[in-house]
């Protein structure tokens, strides 16, 4: 069975610095890797995905994020973290787009 | 309308009522997906329509979730006879393409709460 582990549940962060979020996968095949961003009272939105190629993949928001087999690791990077990057992040695995696994998510708060 | 809108965005109900949330997807988008997110959890699959047809229903948490696209564009998902687990917010999700294939655009969700 396909799981995902965010070992983080909040993340305190001063604004400037740098993020990871760290996200490992269980996954039986190849699997398609994807962050979310969650702000409160909003939706899910998409922040960047890997499928194949290059292990070093760029989003939206000045995030990437490196997927790195060895380690059943997708982990998110940002060199600087805005105030407004404040949210709850979610690492998915699944087979494509649609039927995902989600983690718990990770909090991210940014301090001034 | 620009994106996936859900109503209500907001239900209380009491326990073993019934309720219905309704999923509006982007216009033209071929795959409707349901989303459960419990609190403090990451969303969990439900079910996935393509037009339709419910092909995959393999994440309804019993048989007192139904859902249902029946001209392939707007879906309700109905919880008959609440319980206090359903409490969550219910996350719908669309994709322009088939299943798989297709970027996920997620509504701001219908939370639940059963009193």
């Known amino acids: 069975a396909q799981s995902v582990t965010q070992p983080d549940i909040h993340i305190t962060v001063s604004e400037g610095a740098s993020l990871e979020l760290r996200c490992n996968y269980s996954?039986?095949?190849?699997?398609?890797l994807f962050w979310y961003v969650q702000s409160p009272g909003q939706g899910l939105q998409l922040l960047l995905k890997?499928?194949?190629?290059?292990?070093l993949v760029q989003g939206i928001k000045g995030f990437e994020a490196e997927f790195k087999r060895s380690q059943s690791s997708f982990n998110l990077r940002k060199p600087s973290v805005h105030w407004s990057d404040a949210a709850e992040y979610f690492c998915?695995?699944?087979?494509?787009?649609?039927?995902?696994?989600f983690g718990k998510g990770t909090m991210l708060l940014v301090s001034p | 309308g620009a994106g996936v809108s859900q109503s209500p965005r907001y239900k209380v109900a009491k326990r073993g009522q019934d309720v219905a949330l309704r999923c509006d997807p982007i216009?033209?988008?071929?795959?409707l997906f349901w989303y459960q997110q419990a609190l403090g959890q990451g969303p969990e699959f439900l079910t996935y329509?393509?037009?339709?047809?419910?092909?995959?229903k393999s994440g309804l948490p019993s048989d007192r979730f139904f859902a249902e696209r029946p001209e392939g564009s707007v879906s309700t998902l109905k919880i008959q006879r609440t319980q206090q687990e359903d409490s969550a917010v219910y996350l719908c999700?669309?994709?322009?393409?088939?299943?798989?294939?297709?970027?996920?655009?997620f509504g701001e969700g219908s939370r639940l709460t059963v009193l």
């Open positions: 999700a669309s994709s322009l393409r088939g299943a798989n294939t297709g970027e996920l655009f």
């Open positions: 890997y499928f194949s190629g290059d292990t």
């Open positions: 329509f393509q037009n339709e047809a419910q092909l995959d």
């Open positions: 216009s033209g988008h071929v795959s």
């Open positions: 998915a695995v699944g087979p494509g787009y649609s039927t995902l696994t």
């Open positions: 996954y039986g095949a190849t699997p398609y």
